[in-house]
């Protein structure tokens, strides 16, 4: 069993910057790939970025790269997501999730609000 815990979502303005955090229970955290989804009111949960665990590059969602950067600190299981140039369409709940090789995502966090004002 892995217990996820978001943190750090809030109100920002256009075109400022939130990090967000994701604690993991478990001593395997290194072998997961973790993951970030949001979803937004009315529509489906969507895929931001994600995290290898094998260290390979990490990789993101079009509407995002360039903006959001994924990383990870296995020493602490914790995985980030830096958000800048936020935009009033990032506006979602933020949900980390953590990849253990079954073909989904087996283990989602409770979500965090982001909400960008323009």
């Known amino acids: 069993q892995v217990q996820l815990v978001e943190s750090g979502g809030g109100l920002v303005q256009a075109g400022g910057s939130l990090r967000l955090s994701c604690a993991a229970s478990g001593r395997a955290f290194s072998t997961y790939t973790m993951g970030w989804f949001r979803q937004a009111p009315g529509k489906e949960r969507e895929f931001v970025a994600a995290?290898?665990?094998?260290?390979?590059?990490?990789y993101y969602a079009d509407s995002v790269k360039g903006r959001f950067t994924i990383a990870r600190d296995n020493a602490k299981n914790t995985v980030y997501l830096q958000m800048t140039s936020l935009k009033p369409e990032d506006t979602a709940v933020y949900y980390c999730?953590?990849?253990?090789?079954?073909?989904?995502?087996?283990?989602w966090g409770q979500g965090t609000q982001v909400t960008v004002s323009s």
């Open positions: 995290f290898p665990w094998s260290g390979g590059n990490p």
């Open positions: 999730a953590a990849y253990l090789g079954s073909g989904k995502y087996a283990y």
